[in-house]
């Protein structure tokens, strides 16, 4: 069996740390939502909210990142007190609950794998500006402040059960109502023999990264980095942070991600779709959107604030002949793919890119909005479907970026991870905490807040 110190492990690893956690008494008031779901406004409301909020971390700047700042406040939190390291290694078990709410996990060092060693499977593309903008992050802090998503077929194993035993018979760690009513519970799992069954159960298993793509990228690439100086030394940059939910157990909530294309007007829009698909006006965005729900086949609903325009039914020829032949059927049946090798460049003659197109996670009302003020065109989407991707990410596909947007994302602060030595276990034979990350503050580019 493979050594899980090692940069490849033997299968799905998922390793305690000694996990860094705030000390304060309000602990819903220093955490936040997964950076790339905070707009400038978000950001100020959470600054607003309380001095220590994590939001200083993850999103330090409002108006253009300043690395060096989340490493200097990191660093001043540490040393205050605000923020301490838990003193025995744990895995710790995550509960999320509220309104139509229950998903358990487990969050500690996951094992990094590449997508050909099929045991982290990625399903979406990643773009290298939130790549380079996420690793100068984490370079600068050397430390990983949020968890990326996982999920796994658990078949109700050891891993699943001591989850559900801990949520249910053990006290937490720590507890925080969030301001959407949704209450966050922390145990730590510290006992030799249960992170032992929890490796056993975890070892044979594959993981689909459900959410933090950007990140996961951005732990290989830190990876890659330090072995080309270190090829023989194992170290904290062989894993990486993450909540790993068993998906049988707790079935995810699968949200579309809606697209807004500012230089192009809705008239515009209509006017060119009308050669390749079937237009249908409604009165208003909620008929259009229940008219999207019950349509089936490939349809999306354009709005600008006013009536809505629903496309179905596209041109098969003019269809088939924009879809790539070198992808699976299911790849091409997806409503994403068709929009970003159909719509986006046959149709409107523009590629889907970070510039051209925006996106707004769930809300299409946000979306309808932001089209209205920048007098562009909304185009909201239905949700794929969990077993379409599930079947994507096994053959080894990718769908296109901003496709899914799995639920509900672990919550921001409530367990960080740092990356020097002192804060690892087992032990490592790694570089002195000051030469695992350093740097000045970096220049890159890109948007900072795409992710998935």
């Not at 909210?49 to 001043?76: C, F, M, S, W």
């Not at 301001?179 to 006992?191: E, F, P, S």
């Not at 070198?326 to 090798?341: H, P």
């Not at 239905?382 to 990718?398: F, M, Y």
Request: hydrophobic share 40%; proline share 9%.
């Amino acid at each position: 069996m493979a050594n899980p110190e090692l940069p490849v492990p033997g299968g799905l690893v998922l390793r305690p740390f000694r996990g860094v956690r705030f000390t304060v008494d309000d602990l819903a008031g220093v955490t936040s939502p997964p950076y790339d779901l905070i707009d400038e406004a978000g950001v100020r409301e959470l600054l607003d909210t309380h001095p220590n909020n994590v939001v200083r971390l993850i999103l330090p700047g409002i108006d253009q990142p300043r690395y060096a700042e989340a490493r200097e406040k990191l660093q001043e939190w540490l040393s205050s007190g605000v923020l301490a390291a838990d003193e025995t290694p744990a895995i710790y078990v995550y509960e999320q609950s509220g309104p139509g709410i229950l998903q358990r996990g487990l969050i500690g060092d996951v094992g990094l794998a590449g997508p050909d060693q099929h045991i982290v499977l990625p399903h979406e593309n990643v773009m290298p500006g939130p790549v380079a903008n996420r690793l100068a992050l984490m370079r600068t802090t050397e430390a990983n402040l949020e968890p990326i998503f996982l999920l796994y077929d658990g078949a109700g194993g050891a891993a699943t059960r001591l989850v559900d035993r801990t949520a249910t018979s053990r006290p937490p760690l720590a507890e925080a109502v969030t301001g959407d009513g949704v209450r966050h519970r922390l145990w730590a799992v510290t006992d030799t023999g249960e992170l032992a069954s929890i490796n056993a159960d975890l070892r044979p298993r594959q993981a689909l990264i459900a959410d933090g793509h950007h990140r996961y990228a951005t732990y290989l690439e830190l990876q890659r980095e330090h072995h080309a100086s270190r090829p023989a030394e194992p170290g904290p940059w062989d894993f990486g942070l993450a909540l790993l939910v068993d998906s049988g157990a707790y079935p995810p909530h699968l949200k579309a991600i809606h697209r807004v294309i500012p230089e192009l007007p809705l008239g515009e829009a209509l006017a060119k779709a009308r050669g390749s698909w079937q237009v249908r006006e409604h009165a208003g965005l909620a008929e259009g959107l229940a008219a999207l729900e019950e349509s089936t086949g490939p349809a999306y609903l354009l709005s600008g604030g006013g009536p809505t325009y629903l496309l179905t039914d596209p041109d098969p020829d003019r269809l088939a002949h924009a879809m790539p032949t070198d992808r699976s059927a299911g790849w091409r049946a997806l409503n994403t793919s068709i929009l970003a090798e159909f719509l986006l460049p046959k149709v409107w003659g523009m590629r889907d890119d970070e510039r051209s197109v925006r996106v707004v996670h769930h809300d299409p009302e946000a979306a309808t909005q932001l089209a209205r003020a920048s007098g562009g065109t909304a185009v909201l989407l239905r949700p794929l479907a969990v077993e379409d991707v599930l079947a994507i990410a096994a053959r080894g596909e990718r769908v296109p970026r901003k496709s899914t947007s799995f639920g509900p994302k672990p919550r921001t602060g409530l367990v960080l991870r740092l990356l020097s030595t002192s804060a690892q276990s087992p032990p490592t034979s790694g570089p002195a905490p000051q030469e695992a990350g350093a740097l000045s503050d970096p220049e890159v580019s890109g948007s900072w807040r795409s992710e998935q």
